[in-house]
């Protein structure tokens, strides 16, 4: 039994990792997930042909544009990179700090981390499997973007 502690006690910040990356770690870029493939694929051929990710690629260069002089500057990159990181880094100690005194302590990391192994391991028998990763991740995805849509209807 304490061999298992041991092991459980080891495997927390790996799990803790695999977690918040689960959650967190998508930044823009080619577009990644079967729903946003999907939703690109207009002619639901199985590829994304260049005609249709451009679009994409155009609001995105749109977005970085702040200053709509039809160029993205390493500026315009650079704040949004800040403003990208400052709403990650909320979102995590606003997840993780518990008793919110700005720190992480390894007492909230362990609390956080099982919490979030108990919520992904559907069945309760003590391990996640792929499916039930795949499941927690769709979950807090969906979470993730009701939440984002939310706040922008409010704002």
């Known amino acids: 039994?304490?061999?298992n502690k041991f092991a459980r006690a080891l495997m927390l910040p790996v799990i803790a990792v695999f977690l918040i990356t689960v959650a967190d770690a998508r930044e823009p870029g080619i577009p990644r997930g079967v729903?946003?493939?999907e939703r690109l694929d207009k002619d639901k051929s199985g590829k994304i042909e260049l005609n249709e990710l451009q679009p994409a690629a155009s609001r995105r260069f749109m977005r970085l544009d702040s200053n709509?002089?039809?160029k993205v500057t390493r500026g315009e990159i650079e704040d949004w990179l800040r403003a990208t990181m400052e709403r990650r880094l909320e979102r995590i100690m606003t997840r993780m700090d518990a008793d919110k005194d700005s720190a992480i302590s390894r007492s909230e990391l362990d609390d956080y981390v099982s919490g979030q192994f108990s919520t992904a391991d559907a069945n309760a028998d003590g391990g996640v499997t792929h499916d039930e990763a795949k499941a927690y991740?769709?979950?807090k995805r969906k979470k993730f973007w009701a939440d984002r849509r939310k706040q922008k209807a409010g704002n």
Do not use: R
């Open 1 to 3: 039994m304490a061999g």
């Open 35 to 37: 729903k946003t493939f």
């Open 137 to 139: 991740h769709v979950a």
């Open 68 to 70: 709509a002089d039809d």
